[in-house]
Each structure stands twice: as C-alpha cells, then as structure tokens.
C-alpha cells in the first residue's frame, strides 16, 4: 500500500501575538509543504509573497475580517514570482487591496485556488497555469478587474464589477468564465484578445459599457450569456 502524504500544521498568524506569528509573510517563509497558515482578523499592512512552496494553505478567518494591504512593493499578495514558482496554493476567506493600483498578482506559478476572497484593485494573472478563482468578489480597479496575460484558468461564480474592463484574455492565454455577475463596468464585459482562448458561459453581464469583445485572432465559446442594463 502507498504511503500517504504527511498531514501538515496549523500554523496561526495573529497580530495580537496570540498566535505562532504577526506576520503572515514571516509564517510563508517557516511553512513547510502540507501547511495550512490561518490568518486571525485584523488589517495586515505587510507585502505577501508566497514563491518556491508547494501544497500550501492560507485560510482567513472571514473575509470580512481579515484585510491585506501592502506596504512598499507595487501588489499587496503575490504568488509565484520570476524565475520562481508556487504550486498547489490555496487562498480563501480574506480580503486583498491594493498597492499600485495591484491587489494579487499570480506569476508563473501552477494549481492556484483562489475561493471566497475579495480584491480590491486589478487581479492579474500571468504565465501560469490550472489557475481557478472562485466565489469571489473582484472589483473598483482603474484598469481591469481580472487579467489573464499568456495564463491557462478559470474564472467561475465570481462577481466582477466597477472596473474600466471587467475580464479581459490576452497573449497565449486558454481561460474559462463560466457563472459570473459582471456588471458596471466603464467598458466592455470580458475582452478576449488576438491570439487568446476563451470559453465565455451563463454569465450575467449588467451595466456594462460593452459586452463580449473577441479581437480578430481570437477563439471563443460563448453560449446562454444574460445580458441586462439593471440588476
């Protein structure tokens, strides 16, 4: 019988110091694969970057409760960066905003989970892949709300709006938007660029200043999309 893989720890982060850490960032760098950091309520005004880990967890205690913001680097939460990688990461239940215009940043990293989290600025995903995010609110970015760039996911039951463009797909990017609400958006709903791949479903689109954009070059799937000028 093949030995199963160990179960990791619980590591907790508060900044009332009753936990092992204050600092989110300084438990990533002591975690070990099969970890699950959880993060107790609290602004944490810290720069997050989670590189060369594998199977690790980052669980807030509510989305509601718990606020990462940034500090000096431009994104306030990164996962994977050049020429380092993440695999296997899981984020969920806690809130992101933005520094420089960047809330979560994914860059070359693969098997990323975002589930339930908020982003407060412009989501950008590039040069990764099996990407999903999920259940999440995303918006109030002067750009874009969520951007694919040469990137393989999913973007599924998410809320995407009071963006200049909702989702826009470019470079060599396959992506899926499947169940979302995107509304109010200055532009249009979902953009997918020459050369890019999407597969556009069953979302509501509402209050935008355009809907589906396919740029010559591009290949999409689009099918019983709702598209609506109220809620």
Not at 75 to 86: C, E, L, Q
Request: net charge negative; aromatic share 4%.
């Amino acid at each position: 019988m093949a030995d199963s893989a160990p179960v990791g720890r619980t590591i907790v982060v508060a900044l009332d110091g009753s936990g092992a850490y204050r600092e989110i960032q300084a438990a990533i760098d002591d975690s070990k694969p099969g970890d699950t950091i959880f993060i107790k309520g609290g602004h944490y005004r810290e720069d997050v970057v989670v590189h060369s880990k594998d199977r690790l967890r980052l669980v807030g205690e509510s989305r509601d409760q718990v606020t990462i913001s940034g500090l000096k680097r431009v994104g306030a939460f990164r996962i994977g960066k050049w020429p380092y990688g993440a695999t296997d990461i899981e984020v969920r239940d806690l809130t992101v905003s933005e520094n420089g215009g960047l809330a979560v940043g994914i860059f070359n990293g693969s098997h990323i989970l975002l589930s339930n989290i908020r982003a407060r600025g412009l989501l950008y995903v590039q040069q990764a892949k099996a990407v999903r995010i999920e259940k999440s609110l995303l918006g109030g970015s002067e750009t874009t709300g969520v951007s694919f760039v040469d990137a393989q996911g999913e973007l599924i039951a998410c809320e995407v709006r009071d963006n200049d463009y909702g989702v826009t797909i470019a470079g060599k990017s396959d992506v899926r938007v499947e169940d979302n609400v995107i509304a109010n958006n200055l532009h249009d709903a979902v953009v997918v660029q020459g050369g890019a791949q999407g597969t556009v479903l069953r979302n509501r689109l509402i209050k935008n200043g355009g809907t589906v954009a396919i740029q010559d070059g591009a290949h999409v799937e689009q099918a019983d999309n709702a598209v609506a000028s109220a809620p």
